[in-house]
């Protein structure tokens, strides 16, 4: 079974920082692409940053500059640092990866979340 296991979520301070992490186990051939993603109270969840196996990354027009997103050398944990962070990034944050089960199928998975309070 695959599992994703989120960590580093907690309260801050508006302009504070913090690390997610995002352990990914189980069996499959590859991951395709590792993402975090977050949803706030009443509100669409939304892609805030995703990175390819070939190193590419995407942020969010709103995260840009702020965080950043990376993965271990094995490619089996994702990381979200994230700086500067505003009241307007309080959500949950979930991780996502898109996995390669063999015939040129694909699949998604996500973690449970983790939530992100920003506030004074």
């Known amino acids: 079974q695959v599992q994703l296991v989120e960590s580093g979520g907690g309260s801050v301070q508006p302009g504070g920082s913090l690390r997610l992490a995002c352990l990914v186990s189980?069996?499959?051939?590859?991951?395709?692409?590792m993402g975090w993603y977050r949803q706030a109270p009443g509100k669409e969840r939304e892609l805030v940053a995703t990175i390819t196996t070939g190193g590419s990354t995407n942020y969010a027009d709103s995260v840009k500059g702020r965080f950043t997103i990376s993965r271990d050398n094995a490619e089996n944990t994702v990381y979200l640092q994230m700086n500067s962070l505003k009241p307007e990034d309080t959500a949950v944050y979930y991780c996502?990866?898109?996995?390669?089960?063999?015939?040129?199928?694909?699949?998604?998975?996500w973690g449970q979340g983790t939530q992100v309070t920003v506030s004074s």
């Open positions: 996502k990866i898109r996995i390669n089960i063999g015939w040129g199928r694909d699949a998604d998975y």
């Open positions: 189980g069996r499959f051939f590859s991951i395709n692409a």
